[in-house]
């Protein structure tokens, strides 16, 4: 298993930069357009918030370039402080275990957004290739949220 940290900060209060992460439209943002993640059902039009905790969501598919079908993602919502955290586990087609962990707190330079993430990878998909696939698409997410909401200067 490898652990993997991702943080910016970025120059929007933290009601907003929450309300953006926990939606299907906010996470698809910054995973565009490179990859975009086709959600279950059930999780479609509302928020982390409005999800059932401990219990499969179903399966999210995620699709290179918004078309291309290369990966799954069985989600499953183990923590939820509104308006601070949440925390996935979930298994993938190519990792038995995706850990996910992401928290939106106030500093004073703006709001500092961090990801911790925990990998474990699957045969044909080794532990170490996993955590250069989540290091890459992770670095682009932060990316996309400073683009998004700006970085502070100074």
Not at 55 to 78: H, I, N, Y
């Amino acid at each position: 298993m490898r652990t993997l940290r991702f943080a910016s900060t970025v120059a929007a209060p933290p009601a907003e930069v929450w309300s953006r992460v926990v939606t299907p439209e906010g996470i698809n943002h910054e995973l565009g357009p490179v990859v975009r993640m086709r959600m279950p059902r059930r999780w479609r039009g509302s928020s982390i918030e409005d999800l059932s905790l401990d219990e499969s969501l179903g399966w999210a598919w995620l699709l290179l370039f918004g078309v291309l079908p290369f990966d799954a993602d069985r989600l499953r919502l183990t923590e939820v402080v509104p308006g601070r955290l949440f925390q996935e586990r979930s298994t993938l087609l190519s990792a038995r275990r995706w850990d996910h962990r992401r928290e939106v707190v106030a500093s004073s330079a703006g709001t500092r957004v961090s990801d911790v993430l925990e990998v474990e990878g699957r045969p044909l998909t080794p532990t170490f290739v996993v955590a250069l696939v989540a290091t890459t698409l992770f670095r682009h997410r932060h990316r996309r949220l400073r683009a998004h909401f700006g970085v502070v200067a100074g």
